[in-house]
């Protein structure tokens, strides 16, 4: 069993934190801004624009605005597609 499932098995998750900050999803050359909803060690979740494209198991790059000096650029995969948020891991 990975470290993963077991922790999700014992029931330990990670602790969420609510953050209120902008996000840019970068997929190719296309790109949608949203509101970063919370974030984890294992994720983050943000806002669905309504205009946005993709499903689960792809690949974006996510540029995250942290006040006026720190920006966060990770790699991540869509994990969860809802109608209003979408989950990244």
Same mark, same amino acid.
Not at 10 to 39: C, F, N, Q, Y
Not at 70 to 87: C, K, S, T
């Given at each position: 069993?990975? $470290? /993963?499932?077991?922790? *999700?098995? @014992? =029931?330990?998750?990670?602790? *969420?934190?609510?953050?209120?900050? @902008?996000?840019?999803?970068?997929? $190719? !050359?296309?790109? +949608?801004?949203? !509101? #970063?909803?919370?974030?984890?060690?294992? =994720?983050? #979740?943000?806002?669905?624009?309504?205009? +946005?494209?993709? /499903? *689960? =198991? !792809?690949? &974006?790059? %996510? !540029?995250? %605005?942290?006040?006026?000096?720190?920006?966060?650029?990770?790699?991540?995969?869509?994990? *969860?597609?809802?109608?209003?948020?979408?989950? &990244?891991?």
């Amino acid at each position: 069993m990975s $470290g /993963q499932a077991a922790q *999700r098995r @014992a =029931g330990k998750r990670h602790r *969420r934190m609510p953050v209120d900050s @902008a996000v840019l999803m970068l997929r $190719g !050359d296309e790109s +949608w801004t949203s !509101d #970063l909803m919370d974030i984890s060690a294992t =994720g983050v #979740l943000v806002r669905r624009p309504p205009d +946005w494209i993709g /499903q *689960r =198991g !792809d690949r &974006f790059v %996510l !540029d995250m %605005l942290f006040g006026d000096q720190l920006n966060i650029h990770v790699e991540a995969v869509v994990a *969860r597609v809802a109608e209003d948020e979408l989950g &990244f891991a």
